[in-house]
């Protein structure tokens, strides 16, 4: 291990335990289990919260199985097999967790909801690590990440304190777009990162104004439900990613692709103004008969 990766090791663990002493603790609030859409249907209750979940579950599955059939993604770095197993397995569980929990909302069903989509997060990050900073580094970090997702969950469960969850979850959340953005990728189809992270923004979204899209569409379906729905539009992007992607010949991050378009777009432009037209006079001479 590096000096730098050693730093940066400190840095992270005194960073949260300043954190953790500096900021109040986080209870879970009691009423995120009282979601608007509560209607029964074919005698499941919160029957469309439960059934949204299921997309999930078949894109886990198929996720998990092309990862394994002829090398259909064309993983070709150490631990990247590894890492996609480990995404693919916690959202098809999540598809599981998920439902398993919206069947009857409580503490205890929430930790078999959160913990699939806890594998999923670290997982991902690790990933990143592996393609666009170290392989081994990335690598080595799978476990570890998964480690930290789960204590994270336990610690919510036997505490009451949703601190460190939260950071699981939503350092993820800036850090994958501004790595897509920031650091060369070894791969095409990089723009599918940001297209996968827009549409978990707009799943919390979603998630917040439960109540509101619950009325918006006359009771016809609650935030709650668009938001899984949006959220497996996460794995589906990532898998259209993987199935469509191939090895960069020259590795450019996206901020530089942007950057020369950019620069091309505003030469052209000047080119045009500036560009001006000059006619000139063509003699005609006068036929004769």
Known sequence: MTNRTVTVWIVAIVSFVVLMFVTPSIPQDQEYHDFADQRQFFGIPNALNVISNVPF?????????????????????????????????????????????????????????????????TSIIAIFIIERIDERKGTYSIIPLLLVGAVSILYWRFFDDLRPYALVQFVPCIAIPLMAIMLPPMYTHSSYWLWAAGFYLLAKVEEAIDDTIYEWTNHIVSGHTLKHLCAAMVPVFLTLMLAKRDIVAERISLLQVWKISWTKYKRNGVVTENETITYSTVPVEESRE
């Open 57 to 121: 579950f078949i894109i886990g599955v198929i996720g998990l199985v092309l990862c394994y059939y002829k090398n259909f993604f064309k993983l070709s770095l150490q631990g990247e097999l590894c890492g996609w197993t480990f995404f693919y397995i916690g959202v098809a569980a999540v598809g599981f967790g998920s439902s398993y929990y919206h069947l009857e909302p409580n503490d205890a069903r929430l930790v078999w909801d959160r913990l699939p989509m806890t594998i999923a997060f």
